[in-house]
């Protein structure tokens, strides 16, 4: 649960504003690919989410450009265009990333098939399924990424993350956690906009995050076991309590992510950590531009 902080006003309206205005950053990020390969042992999950987002998020700005079609919400309507505008940047970011990570060791090349796999999977959801499964599969994981996100900044997790303190690889990760929190609402919005289906929305939903996850734990197994330098430190296959937080932790996510499933569940009315404002802040400062989308 996030607590209520009754005294700040004004971080109340700052994250009311953050939830609105959804800025568009355009970000450098210099990342050492030695850094990738020492980081390893402590975020290799991280890595096994980051090979999924460049055929995920194509899917999601796919999805959510044919139901801009549809849209009659001018408000909503925007809401959309910044959230195909942040997903955008994400998965070129990443990109550079996966490219660092394949080249970590030769084997590493092997998660190319995967990649595959995945890529087959998100067209053929885009050729062959409805618009309304694709939004509930997009609001499925947003879901998750949300209560994923908000529990990172809430736990401070980026503070404790010791092998990449400081460097542009922990910017990314904390740039793109920032703003899946602030376009939290977004698929959920027009999902209920166009249909509003509760029922249809948890089924396809939960389907949503466990096709996802299953792709996540995929690569993340792979790097586990192919990367040498993970094997070294002999700690490869149990990720670092840096990363995951302790069993409070791991639980108070699991019933973040349970909360989804409620009928009342409206994440727009879920109060984001406090932190938050200030990362948000932070970051259109260290953006190279702030790109607004207009109709
Ligand atoms: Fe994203
Ligand atoms: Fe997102």
Redesign the pocket.
């Known amino acids: 649960m996030i607590e209520h902080d009754a005294n700040s006003a004004d971080i109340s309206a700052q994250l009311d504003a953050i939830q609105s205005s959804m800025p568009i950053r355009i970000m450098d990020f210099e990342i050492e690919p030695d850094l990738v390969i020492k980081a390893l042992p402590e975020i290799f999950p991280a890595y096994g989410i980051s090979m999924t987002?460049p055929y995920l998020?194509p899917y999601?700005v796919r999805t959510m450009r044919e139901a801009l079609k549809h849209c009659t919400d001018p408000k909503v309507a925007q809401q959309v265009r910044q959230f195909i505008g942040?997903?955008a940047q994400?998965?070129r970011q990443h990109s550079v990333l996966n490219d660092m990570i394949r080249n970590i060791s030769p084997e590493l090349e092997g998660l190319r098939d995967i990649e595959k796999q995945l890529e087959a999977d998100y067209q053929r959801f885009t050729k062959t399924k409805s618009l309304k499964f694709n939004l509930a599969y997009a609001e499925g994981f947003e879901a998750a990424?949300f209560a994923g996100g908000r529990l990172n900044f809430q736990n401070k997790v980026f503070d404790r993350l010791e092998s990449i303190k400081g460097s542009g690889l922990l910017q990314l990760f904390l740039w793109?956690a920032l703003?899946?929190v602030e376009?939290h609402a977004v698929t959920f919005n027009i999902y209920d906009h166009l249909y509003g289906d509760y029922l249809y929305r948890l089924v396809a939903g939960t389907y949503g995050q466990y096709h996802f996850f299953k792709y996540v734990f995929l690569f993340t197994k792979f790097i586990a076991k192919n990367a040498p330098q993970a094997l070294e430190r002999g700690r490869a296959l149990w990720p670092s309590q840096n990363l995951t937080g302790d069993w409070r932790e791991q639980f108070s996510l699991l019933r973040e992510i349970a909360r989804v499933y409620a009928p009342n569940y409206d994440p727009s009315k879920i109060r984001l950590p406090d932190n938050v404002a200030h990362h948000s802040k932070m970051l259109v400062e260290q953006a190279r531009a702030i790109r607004k989308i207009t109709a």
């Open positions: 987002l998020e999601l942040q997903e994400h998965y990424t793109h703003e899946e376009h």
